[in-house]
């Protein structure tokens, strides 16, 4: 497609399920990003992938979170027993390079209940 | 570690005014990008700063980069309705890591 696609755009679970969020970057971007944003705040960098490089997860607030990105191109944000706290909108990014303008997702609003 | 301030958090003003919008950040970086944000909707990039003393504009909007100082500019001249957005300030931390401002709301007045 011509954007970054991510699915699904909302979400509503119960405390202490299982979620997957899902990205499809732009064709030929490279470089992959996971973000959460809480309402009214800035951006909380998640995790980074980079072709076939060992992810930066660095940002991952909890062992519950989780991503994978296969063959290089989808990827999905895995939440394990889900808590109230991570509700918030988790946007996905990618770009052609690391050094490169992200190009942005319309977002997954995750609520938790 | 790299922190991004962005001031004002919020800002109401009437069409056909100027303002300014500014991002502080703490250590070396030579790179800052300005993202706009509609309500519900994701972030669209504006600008791209790469080196002392760039500046950028499109339309109404124009940004630039003082290293040195640790500080860009996001001016925006006789502003219009169209303008209202949250603008967000991101800051290279590595090769590959934004470091992001808490955003800017920007609500303009007919």
């Known amino acids: 497609g011509a954007g970054v696609s991510q699915s699904p755009s909302n979400k509503v679970t119960e405390k202490g399920k299982d979620v997957e969020l899902r990205c499809d970057p732009i064709?030929?971007?490279?470089?992959l990003y996971w973000y959460r944003q809480s309402l009214g705040q800035g951006l909380e960098f998640l995790i980074y992938?980079?072709?076939?490089?060992?992810?930066?997860k660095s940002g991952l607030p909890s062992d519950r979170f989780s991503a994978e990105r296969t063959g290089g191109s989808v990827s999905t944000l895995t939440i394990q027993r889900t808590q109230q706290e991570d509700s918030a909108v988790y946007l996905c990014?990618?770009?052609?390079?690391?050094?490169?303008?992200?190009?942005f997702g319309d977002g997954t609003r995750l609520s938790i209940l | 570690e790299l922190k991004v301030e962005q001031n004002p958090l919020f800002l109401s003003m009437q069409e056909g005014k100027n303002y300014t919008i500014y991002c502080n950040y703490s250590?070396?970086?030579?790179?800052l990008y300005w993202y706009r944000q509609d309500p519900g909707k994701s972030l669209e990039s504006l600008f791209v700063?790469?080196?002392n003393g760039a500046v950028k504009q499109e339309g109404r909007l124009m940004a630039s980069l003082d290293t040195k100082a640790r500080l860009s500019t996001l001016h925006i001249t006789a502003a219009v309705h169209d303008l209202s957005a949250t603008y967000f300030c991101?800051?290279?931390?590595?090769?590959?890591?934004?470091?992001w401002g808490a955003g800017t709301k920007l609500i303009i007045k007919p």
């Open positions: 990014a990618s770009s052609l390079r690391s050094n490169q303008p992200q190009h």
């Open positions: 064709s030929g971007h490279t470089a």
């Open positions: 992938f980079q072709g076939n490089s060992a992810p930066d």
């Open positions: 250590t070396t970086s030579d790179r």
């Open positions: 700063l790469l080196s």
């Open positions: 991101a800051v290279d931390n590595s090769n590959y890591q934004l470091i």
